[in-house]
T-cell receptor
Framework: EAQVTQNPRYLITVTGKKLTVTCSQN?????MSWYRQDPGLGLRQIYY???????DKGDVPEGYKVSRKEKRNFPLILESPSPNQTSLYFC????????????FGPGTRLTVL | GNSVTQMEGPVTLSEEAFLTINCTYT??????LFWYVQYPGEGLQLLLK?????DKGSNKGFEATYRKETTSFHLEKGSVQVSDSAVYFC?????????????FGKGTMLLVSP
C-alpha cells in the first residue's frame, strides 16, 4: 500500500531534550516536506526537500533541522525543543514538486513541557 | 508575497444543504490552486485542483473554478452529507529560490448535522 508513515504518532517530552520524528514514504517520491498545524494558523511549512541531499527552509524553520540522505526518508530533528514547538506535525511527499498531489502522513502530536 | 485567505469557520449546515467556502489568493502570475481536505484524526488529502484560469476542478461532488478576475477559487457542493464534515484548506503553489512550495490558507471547518 502506498503510504507516508510517521513515528512516533504521539510524543510528550521536556524542554531541551533532543528528539527526532521520522518520516518514510514508499512511493519513490522526490519531493518531501514537513508542516506544523496550529489552531488559527493553519498549516505552515517548516522545511522541504526536492531530492536526496537537497533541502530548503520553509516559512517557519527556526528550531528545526532536517536531512535527506535517502530518497524514502526525511526525518525532522528538534535539537533543543521548546514549549512553542508543541504542535501537530505532518510529513508529506509528492512525485517531483509541490504542484503534484501531496500525500500526507497521519501526523505526530508533540507536546513539549 | 503569495498568500491565501479563506473564510473563517466553522461552517455549520444541515444535510443536503448547499455549501460554499470562499477562498481568495494573492500571487504573482497565475499559480496552480488546490483544495485539500482533512478528516478528523487524519492527514490532508487532495480534493481537487485547477492549473489555469477558468479551469474547473471537481471531485466527489465538490467543484471550484479558477477565477483570475476576482483572484478566487471558491469551493462548492450542491448537497452536503454528514460524511463531508472536515476541515478544508485552500492552497496555491509558489516559487521559492527556484523550487516550488505550497502555501495553505488557515482552513475552514465544516460541520454537517443530520
Amino acid at each position: 500500500e502506498a503510504q507516508v508513515t510517521q513515528n512516533p504518532r504521539y510524543l510528550i517530552t521536556v524542554t531541551g531534550k533532543k528528539l527526532t520524528v521520522t518520516c518514510s514514504q514508499n512511493m519513490n517520491h522526490e519531493y518531501m516536506s514537513w508542516y506544523r498545524q496550529d489552531p488559527g494558523l493553519g498549516l505552515r511549512q517548516i522545511y522541504y526537500s526536492m531530492n536526496v541531499e537537497v533541502t530548503d527552509k520553509g516559512d517557519v524553520p527556526e528550531g528545526y533541522k532536517v536531512s535527506r540522505k535517502e530518497k524514502r526518508n526525511f526525518p525532522l530533528i528538534l535539537e533543543s525543543p521548546s514549549p512553542n514547538q508543541t504542535s501537530l506535525y505532518f510529513c508529506a511527499s509528492s512525485y517531483t514538486e509541490a504542484g503534484d498531489e501531496q500525500f500526507f502522513g497521519p501526523g505526530t502530536r508533540l507536546t513539549v513541557l | 508575497g503569495n498568500s491565501v485567505t479563506q473564510m473563517e469557520g466553522p461552517v455549520t449546515l444541515s444535510e443536503e444543504a448547499f455549501l460554499t467556502i470562499n477562498c481568495t489568493y494573492t500571487a504573482t502570475g497565475y499559480p496552480s490552486l488546490f483544495w485539500y481536505v482533512q478528516y478528523p484524526g487524519e492527514g490532508l488529502q487532495l480534493l481537487l485542483k485547477a492549473t489555469k484560469a477558468d479551469d474547473k476542478g471537481s471531485n466527489k461532488g465538490f467543484e471550484a473554478t479558477y477565477r483570475k478576475e476576482t483572484t478566487s477559487f471558491h469551493l462548492e457542493k450542491g448537497s452536503v452529507q454528514v460524511s463531508d464534515s472536515a476541515v478544508y484548506f485552500c492552497a496555491l503553489v509558489r516559487m521559492n529560490s527556484g523550487y516550488s512550495t505550497l502555501t495553505f490558507g488557515k482552513g475552514t471547518m465544516l460541520l454537517v448535522s443530520p
